[in-house]
């Protein structure tokens, strides 16, 4: 078993170049505002990581908010998609998503795309017969410039029942 | 070297489960060993504990940073947010056994908060070797020797020690949770 806080025999050993400074990295912004309680930013390298990560982060979110069965399974359908193709369109080898998910609704936004990346990505997800999937899941797919003015984001509006099923 | 995830979000304790579902997605996109995933996610999830209870004062929620990076067989898993910051807190409403727990599943600990306007928790663990060690590093410039937040903190690294074997408390290291009050 490993030892708590204490043990000075092994203090003197240790100096500043002992530190492993590799995996230090800058806060994703340097002094966040307090984001909303059921809201969270992910940002995840290009990889094996993306699908099941952002699937869990979004399925945990709309289950916390009670949305049914049918739409958290078409949620799994867009994170998919949405994991495969965006890091072809994004600006480096991160892909950024915001998820954000209410009783009513939830906001999906793909950041830090490229200048055409959004639109790219939401054509990339055109399956044959069915059509652009994004598009027949989601109540709102939209494009917008990114925050800072460069590059674009994709947003995308999901309702927890949707319209379209009744 | 760019992190696999970073995750922020506000901390709260029903996004502690978030984090763990998240991680559960790392290790199966690692193929990390269950058990050692089940030693990661006990680890990270006492350090998002320790944030939500002791980092923000009582009813506020400010923000919290996960954020991990695999290197070959090590992975680096540090939790931060932008609060009081670590120190003793011999009220603590918790058992105290956070940082001993964290200490007990990671390969190494490292604390660190003050002049860098947040304050990290960095555990690292390797996944292929049994756990050797847990060393808690407290990286400051002089250690306070009353129960007050240590002020002046260097840039990660500049200057570290080993906390001594006085009783947290007395020596002004983290103590029972690890936060300040």
Not at chain 2, 25 to 42: C, N, T, Y
């Amino acid at each position: 078993m490993s030892e708590l806080v204490g043990h000075a025999d092994r203090a003197d050993s240790l100096d500043a170049d002992s530190l492993d400074r590799s995996t230090v990295t800058d806060p994703i912004v340097d002094e966040p505002e307090p984001a909303d309680g059921n809201s969270v930013r992910v940002r995840l390298a290009d990889g094996p990581l993306a699908g099941p990560i952002l699937w869990r982060v979004v399925s945990m979110m709309l289950t916390r908010a009670d949305w049914p069965l049918d739409r958290l399974d078409d949620m799994l359908l867009v994170c998919d998609a949405l994991s495969t193709h965006a890091f072809a369109h994004s600006s480096d080898t991160t892909v950024t998503f915001s998820i954000q998910a209410g009783a009513q609704e939830a906001e999906l936004r793909v950041l830090d795309l490229t200048n055409d990346g959004a639109s790219g990505l939401t054509r990339d997800t055109m399956l044959p017969i069915v059509g652009n999937m994004l598009e027949r899941i989601a109540e709102r797919v939209s494009v917008e410039t990114g925050a800072d003015g460069e590059g674009s984001q994709l947003i995308l509006v999901l309702r927890a029942r949707s319209p379209r099923m009744s | 070297m760019t992190p696999d995830m970073e995750l922020a979000l506000t901390a709260r304790a029903e996004n502690i489960a978030v984090v763990r579902y998240a991680l559960g997605g790392l290790g199966e996109a690692f193929a990390v060993p269950e058990h050692k995933l089940s030693d990661i996610r006990l680890a990270v999830t006492e350090a998002c504990a320790n944030v939500v209870v002791h980092a923000y004062p009582d009813g506020h929620h400010g923000p919290m940073e996960v954020i991990a990076s695999k290197d070959e067989d090590t992975l680096t898993v540090l939790v931060r947010d932008w609060g009081r910051g670590i120190g003793p807190r011999p009220d603590s409403p918790g058992l105290g056994l956070g940082l001993s727990l964290i200490a007990a599943l990671a390969d190494s600990v490292q604390l660190a908060h003050g002049d860098i306007e947040h304050t990290e928790v960095r555990m690292t663990f390797s996944l292929t070797e049994p756990i050797q060690s847990a060393d808690i590093l407290l990286r400051t410039d002089t250690l306070p020797s009353t129960n007050t937040r240590p002020e002046t903190v260097t840039e990660l690294g500049d200057t570290s020690r080993r906390s001594t074997s006085t009783p947290p408390e007395a020596s002004g290291l983290p103590g029972r949770d690890g936060y300040s009050a």
